[in-house]
């Protein structure tokens, strides 16, 4: 649900340039509503991340409303992590992008990318694409900030999250790959929230049942554990009922999911909280520090490789300031009921 953003400041300003002044701030403002949810800005030098900032704070190119919209928009985005300098890997400064061949260079692991540039840098690079809103090379499109909305990786990212689902048949890995990879790359908090998240490994422990393939939640951690910034930390909230196979003791559940799940990644700490399958809201969801999603038919949607049920699985995208409450909400209630218990373990 999120892409990386490589964006030139002065491409900005074309927003203004082709249209009289309220048409330019409405199509301002489209560009801003389609990267509030879905986009980061990121950048290969701290001096392109200050002249980003600069450029919407004092240019003459932009009206002062438009202004106040981008930094507004860079304010959303700085306080969820979501506006960074990449250091992974050396790179030209965008405004000296001279090679076609270069684009992939601008390819993060983990995101989709995209590349911001100038109508007349666009095409300068691309001549055999000078009639076209993208040139794509490999995981890396390339576009201008007229058509940024409608790129092919952004009308990808912004139908998806109105679908809503995953249809039956699709694969587990597909769901986390469009869903959770993008962020679990971008913060080291990790929260799983689920009455019924440990009952199908308490289960086929119980029964002494082969865990292969892995159910949901050894399957989940497991790729947290490939793909999630290291020293990533996962709080497991789940549900025992009375008389079920799920243990009423978090280090007892603990010792059974280390019996099926083998951290050697990413993973620094899994705190385990268990409490009363009463206590819990019906809602489940999954948090990444920030952004998350709601998935009310419950992770053991994920237990196979591929969706079994019906409908396959639905979930909702949450990136707004209330549902980052409602979701916060629903694990301090589960933290604070009577009937709660914590285990923790963490890597040496």
Known sequence: MIVALAIDPESIAELSAVLPSRAATALHNRVIESLMPHGTFVFFSPEEASAMVRF?????????ADRK???????????????????????????????????ADYELEGSRSIVV???????????????????????????????????????????LAASGRHPTGATRDRVFSDLFEPLCSRDTR???????????IAYRDESRRRNNPPEH????LSRLDETALEGTRVALLGGYEQGGCVPDDAQEMLDILLR?????GRIQEIELVLASGRDFPHSRHVRFGGPGFFLDEGFDRLRKPQLWAADGIMWKYCWSEPDHHEMVGRETRVREASSASVARWVAH
């Open 117 to 159: 540039l100038k109508s007349e840098h666009f095409e300068q690079l691309f001549q055999n694409d000078s009639d076209s809103v993208e040139h794509v090379s490999g995981g890396v499109t390339a576009t201008t900030s007229l058509s940024v909305v409608e790129s092919s990786t952004m009308r990808t990212l912004v139908d």
């Open 69 to 103: 919209r981008w930094q507004s928009l860079i304010e959303f985005l700085y306080m969820r992590r979501r506006f960074f300098v990449a250091t992974d890997a050396p790179r030209l400064p965008l405004k000296q992008l001279d090679d076609p061949e270069r684009l």
């Open 217 to 220: 939640l050894s399957w989940l």
């Open 190 to 200: 990790v929260s799983v929230v689920d009455r019924y998240l440990f009952k199908e």
């Open 260 to 264: 099926y799940w083998s951290p050697v």
């Open 56 to 64: 919407v704070k004092a240019s003459d190119l932009l009206a002062q």
